[in-house]
């Protein structure tokens, strides 16, 4: 089991409770991975038979959703200032 946290509706129309929660954890040829962009985390998951194919999906998902976010997921590094 992997601890998550989640958001819990327990009545319609109540605001959602940001609670932990008790999930199973990735399964063979399974892979689950967070990343942090700009302080915001984002999850991704892969699966395939390579586990190497796995852990790409998984990262490639979690970066397009911190780009569809609008988080500039971009890898380049800022221009130095004052050299």
Do not use: C, W
Not at 4 to 24: F, H, K, M, N, Y
Request: proline share 4%; aromatic share 2%.
């Amino acid at each position: 089991m992997v601890e998550s946290r989640a958001a819990i509706a327990r009545e319609a129309g109540q605001p959602l409770s940001i609670e932990t929660i008790q999930v199973d954890g990735p399964r063979e040829g399974e892979v689950m991975v967070e990343i942090e962009v700009n302080g915001r985390h984002f999850h991704g998951k892969g699966v395939n038979t390579d586990i190497v194919a796995a852990s790409a999906q998984a990262y490639l998902k979690a970066l397009n959703r911190a780009s569809v976010e609008g988080n500039g997921a971009s890898t380049e590094s800022e221009p130095a200032h004052g050299v």
